[in-house]
Nanobody
Framework: VQLQASGGGSVQAGGSLRLSCTAT????????MAWHRRAPGKQRELVAR???????NYADSVKGRFTISRDNAKATVYLQMNRLKPEDTAVYYC??????????????????WGQGTQVTVSS
């Protein structure tokens, strides 16, 4: 299973961006999907998470500005980012927990990460 993220870019403060991340490969089910970010000189932090049923949670720093959603039929998670601030500048990574069957017909639960997409917000 692989994740392909897209949608990063450069915007001015107050602007918006929408990130997308699609899971491809062989899997039975995608469970939780999430977005994380790593700003320069800082540790990676969870931005938002969404369950397969649509339950969401957000970092306090993005509540009210960012919205995570998903399309289960497309195995895709989105992050709509509004009212962006310079402190949102980071590399954003998508993550997904999936359930798959091995060649030996054994259940495998694993977490995969996307390649990261740069978001830069200028003041």
């Amino acid at each position: 299973v692989q994740l392909q993220a897209s949608g990063g870019g450069s915007v001015q403060a107050g602007g918006s961006l929408r990130l997308s991340c699609t899971a491809t490969g062989s899997f039975v089910r995608i469970n939780d999907m999430a977005w994380h970010r790593r700003a320069p000189g800082k540790q990676r932090e969870l931005v938002a998470r969404i369950s397969s049923a649509g339950t969401t949670n957000y970092a306090d720093s993005v509540k009210g500005r960012f919205t995570i959603s998903r399309d289960n039929a497309k195995a895709t998670v989105y992050l709509q980012m509004n009212r962006l601030k310079p402190e949102d500048t980071a590399v954003y990574y998508c993550e997904a927990d999936h359930l798959s069957l091995s060649a030996a017909q054994e259940w495998i639960a694993a977490r995969v990460w996307g390649q990261g997409t740069q978001v830069t917000v200028s003041s």
